[in-house]
């Protein structure tokens, strides 16, 4: 049981440029949420699902893409990185009755 | 909105000392509240979450309480170890899609 696997851990990106974080759950979690965490800010939602085909913003939405084709998939995709972006981004997943279980996070820096 | 709060943001120990953390939070209106640890340059792991309809929880030397209606938490760790030093967020959730997160306290426990 791998539990939320964020892949890639570390990521450099240059001003203006796409990617897309993955994030995948084997536990057949229903809910699933991208936050960014950041010195003096804490934890803040970015974008969450409450189910395949199921979107929708979260805190801080701008700038951040999601789709939810499968149960297991909730892929995050920066469309125009920006230095504001500059980040640690967590996944995390759970079911109606469970608690929150958190990836191990995806480090970006962008320059 | 939904507000957290977690005082002191930091402190330190001496090993065998209990420690306790303390957790505020604006609107009684929550499903759930949970604690993580979080060491540096890591994800979080869950500690204890405890129920809306709970007074409190416990697992080995960690025990959590629930005050819903005056909007505090409190985390007590038993005996403390140099291994217990990490960074310690509340989390609560206000509804079906999100979490709200404090800043967390930063714990050093001192051999």
């Known amino acids: 049981n791998a539990g939320v696997t964020q892949t890639p851990k ?9 990617m897309t974080l993955q994030c995948a759950q084997d536990m057949n979690h229903e809910y699933m949420s991208w936050y960014r965490q950041d010195p003096g800010m804490g934890l803040r939602l970015i974008h969450y699902s409450v189910g395949a085909g199921i979107t929708d913003q979260g805190e801080v939405p701008n700038g951040y893409n999601v789709s939810r084709s499968t149960t297991e998939d909730f892929p995050l995709r920066l469309l125009s990185a920006a230095p504001s972006q500059t980040s640690v981004y967590f996944c995390a997943s759970r079911s109606t009755t ?3 279980f958190f990836g191990q996070g995806t480090r970006l820096t962008v320059v | 909105k939904q507000e ?10 001496p090993e065998g000392e209990n420690l306790v953390l303390n957790c505020s939070f604006t609107d009684s209106a929550i ?6 640890r979080q060491d540096p340059g890591k ?18 030397r960690l025990n959590a309480s629930l005050d819903k209606s005056s909007g505090r938490s409190t985390l007590y760790i038993a005996a403390s ?20 997160f404090g800043k967390g306290n930063q714990v050093v426990v001192i051999p």
Not at chain 1, 10 to 18: D, M, N
Not at chain 2, 31 to 36: A, E, H, M, P, R
Not at chain 2, 81 to 100: H, I, K, M, N, W
């Open chain 1, 10 to 18: 570390f990521q450099v990106l240059k001003t203006g440029q796409s």
């Open chain 1, 98 to 100: 469970t608690e929150a």
């Open chain 2, 31 to 36: 499903y759930n509240l949970q604690w993580f």
């Open chain 2, 43 to 60: 994800g979080l792991t869950s500690l204890l979450l405890i129920q809306s309809s709970q007074r409190e929880q416990t697992s080995g």
């Open chain 2, 81 to 100: 170890q140099p291994g217990d030093s990490a960074t310690y967020l509340c989390a609560v959730r206000p509804g079906e899609d999100r979490l709200a």
């Open chain 2, 4 to 13: 957290v709060t977690q005082i002191p943001a930091a402190l330190s120990v």
